[in-house]
């Protein structure tokens, strides 16, 4: 019973999530320096951001799209925490240079730098979050989009072994504070993986602690 209410009440976030970006109509951005120093200012501003997640996941080998949800945190200068919570806990945490991930069973600890993809990977996920990717002309071409409520930005990986991995990443910020309302990642034929942040709070003093292994 409790089961097929976390189910009915995922359906109805993610159909409410879908329903209000279905109305959205986006058109090229007016004025795109206003909104990079919209971007930039609230980056300089910004010390801590806390928020949930809902996440959908997309393979065109499964019939079903795999739904999760769970708890984000970030802490300047690099540190980040996604925690899972449902269906399944796990977790992965990135600071000082490691990442370190956490399910029922396991536990294990890589050092960023020392492996191309994590590094790359961390490089993208703190990008995201504080709009520096935004910048990396040398790594992704870029195309800014607008409507009422939000700015979208799409990009598109310049480097081959990056494309093999992600067609096109597409990041929306709210107009109200320039935050990251949803990250969309386009991979090969049909596959995505797209996450909704609400209930966002920004600066509420999250504890280094929180970061720590």
Not at 14 to 19: C, E, I, S
Not at 26 to 54: C, H, Q, W
Request: net charge neutral; hydrophobic share 35%.
């Amino acid at each position: 019973m409790k089961k097929t209410k976390y189910l009915a009440l995922l359906c109805i976030m993610l159909f409410t999530v879908l329903t209000v970006r279905a109305q959205e109509n986006y058109v090229p951005i007016a004025d795109t320096r206003n909104f990079m120093s919209g971007l930039e200012k609230m980056s300089a501003e910004t010390e801590t951001i806390e928020s949930d997640f809902l996440q959908e996941k997309n393979l065109s080998v499964l019939a079903e799209k795999i739904i999760s949800q769970g708890h984000f945190c970030f802490r300047r200068e690099n540190n980040i925490r996604w925690e899972y919570t449902q269906p399944y806990k796990y977790l992965i945490i990135i600071s000082n240079g490691q990442l370190y991930t956490r399910d029922e069973r396991n536990r294990k600890v890589y050092d960023i730098e020392s492996n191309r993809m994590f590094s790359e990977m961390n490089k993208f996920i703190g990008g995201c979050i504080r709009g520096d990717i935004l910048k990396d002309e040398e790594q992704y071409s870029s195309e800014f989009l607008e409507s009422a409520d939000h700015y979208l930005v799409k990009l598109v990986p310049k480097n081959e072994k990056m494309r093999q991995m992600l067609n096109e990443v597409h990041i929306r910020f709210d107009k109200k504070d320039f935050t990251v309302a949803s990250i969309m990642m386009l991979e090969s034929g049909e596959d995505y993986t797209k996450i909704d942040f609400v209930n966002k709070k920004l600066n509420t003093g999250i504890p280094i602690e929180k970061f720590s292994f």
